[in-house]
Nanobody
Framework: QVQLVESGGGLVQAGDSLTVSCTASECTFSSFNIGWFRQAPGKERELVATIVGGGITNYADSVKGRFAISRDKAQKSVYLQMNSLQPEDTAVYYC??????????WGQGTQVTVSS
């Protein structure tokens, strides 16, 4: 059973940077597409960034130019570097790993709070 563990969340001020991490147990990410999602209170979960295949990345318009998703060489961890954070970035950030349409794993989430 694959387990994903997110870490690195916290309380920061507007304009600060923060990096959250997602680490897999019992496997590497080499065969998975990885996505970072976030869910703010009272809102639906939304896709923030993805990294697939050989490292192709994609971002939501709201974070493009501010956030960067990456994998380590061992493909055991995926990172979301977040710059110029704003209060509207406050949410629980979740990591998702999927392989095809039927294999999907989620982490438990890590809280990111941005104060104004």
């Amino acid at each position: 059973q694959v387990q994903l563990v997110e870490s690195g969340g916290g309380l920061v001020q507007a304009g600060d940077s923060l990096t959250v991490s997602c680490t897999a147990s019992e496997c590497t990410f080499s065969s998975f597409n990885i996505g970072w999602f976030r869910q703010a209170p009272g809102k639906e979960r939304e896709l923030v960034a993805t990294i697939v295949g050989g490292g192709i990345t994609n971002y939501a318009d709201s974070v493009k130019g501010r956030f960067a998703i990456s994998r380590d060489k061992a493909q055991k961890s995926v990172y979301l570097q977040m710059n110029s954070l704003q209060p509207e970035d406050t949410a629980v950030y979740y990591c998702r790993a999927n392989m095809g349409p039927t294999v999907t794993y989620w982490g438990q989430g890590t809280q990111v709070t941005v104060s104004s």
